[in-house]
């Protein structure tokens, strides 16, 4: 059977990481390599003991970051230690059942594609059902040019944002070198947008095989509870520039208004969550009002009056066509007004 890798950043959770690293490496699928990164948390001492008293503790490797540089850099350094053919990530407080990577493995070999994505529930450190969960209905995107972007932004269907949950083909990654921002803690968005735009085939399937913890500790946990602080709210800033960039030659394609919809949509969301925030100085938000409204982009080449996208973009492109001035200034009477519950509607907050 071919070899996975399964990786998991270590960073803190020291009272979760032992129920997880268990879950990994009693998986019911014989030729795992284990990378663990050691992101200089406090809990490798829990680490090294669990593996030292169990049966696969010459199949797992540890990468020794040195100092503490983020998720973003422990996921590349998963995947640029990856020996296995396939590659599979989790977080160190997220639990997997013992069958998790045979079904992922499983559903690649039946129709290989770029990725496989599963299906999970939310859970809180108490372990009962917390809202947010992902429940995929049995698909296969099929081999072709954008054909994940095109089920995902042309045709507006759901692939969770996550980077965990999905077994990967190694040398999919490595030859569209997808990886994250190193120092970025908010790594998803960057590393699955890449996944997308790049992959020509994939697999989501209904079984569930991750629980992942709300864990109110977690950075974004505290994000969603207490608002973005400048540090967050540059690290949105940055992966927004990043998309608009990775898309902008991408105009002609027929995926492209969904995704143009879903970049302007996401640079709003998170301009309002910046100036309705009070943990960033009012200084800082002019700067951050000014580099949200002026994101580079196109308009599409084609236009199709009998997509959903087309009207939904032509609003947002009315807006952003507005005079910089009338844009911050219709921001700002949003946010003044609290708008929130209305903008509930369109993004996950």
């Not at 998720?71 to 639990?95: E, P």
């Not at 946990?221 to 998309?243: A, N, P």
């Not at 951050?288 to 959903?308: A, D, Y």
Request: proline fraction near 4%.
């Amino acid at each position: 059977m071919d070899k996975v890798t399964l990786g998991i950043p270590i960073y803190n959770a020291a009272n979760l990481v032992e129920r997880t690293l268990l879950s990994a490496l009693n998986q019911t699928y014989p030729n795992i390599e284990f990378i663990f990164v050691d992101d200089k948390g406090n809990s490798m001492d829990i680490v090294r003991r669990i593996i030292a008293e169990h049966p696969r503790r010459n199949a797992v490797r540890i990468i020794d970051q040195k100092h503490n540089q983020g998720t973003g850099a422990a996921r590349n350094a998963i995947v640029t230690y990856a020996t296995g053919k396939y590659l599979f990530t989790m977080d160190c407080d997220d639990v997997i059942i013992p069958d998790c990577i045979e079904i992922l493995y499983r559903k690649m070999v039946e129709h290989p594609v770029d990725f496989v994505a599963a299906s999970f529930v939310r859970k809180d450190v108490q372990g009962n059902i917390y809202p947010g969960g992902c429940q995929y209905d049995d698909v296969l995107v099929e081999e072709g040019d954008y054909a994940v972007a095109q089920y995902r932004y042309g045709q507006g269907k759901n692939i969770f944002v996550a980077t965990w949950n999905k077994l990967y083909r190694t040398d999919f990654l490595r030859k569209n070198k997808i990886c994250c921002v190193p120092h970025y803690l908010i790594d998803d968005p960057w590393f699955t947008y890449q996944v997308i735009i790049r992959a020509r085939s994939c697999r989501l399937i209904s079984d569930c095989t991750l629980f992942f913890t709300y864990n109110p500790l977690s950075v974004t946990s505290v994000k969603e509870q207490d608002g973005y602080t400048t540090f967050l709210g540059e690290q949105y800033l940055g992966t927004q520039r990043l998309k608009a960039d990775y898309i902008y030659s991408l105009a002609e394609q027929p995926f492209y208004p969904g995704a143009l919809v879903d970049l302007l949509k996401m640079s709003l969301y998170h301009l309002y969550r910046v100036c309705a925030s009070s943990k960033i100085a009012e200084s800082e938000k002019e700067y951050f009002l000014q580099s949200f409204l002026e994101i580079r982009f196109l308009s599409p080449r084609h236009w199709n009056f009998m997509s959903k996208n087309t009207y939904k973009l032509l609003p947002l492109l009315t807006f952003y066509a507005l005079p910089m001035m009338v844009k911050k200034g219709l921001v700002k009477s949003i946010v003044r007004v609290d708008l929130r519950s209305i903008l509930h509607r369109w993004f996950h907050f």
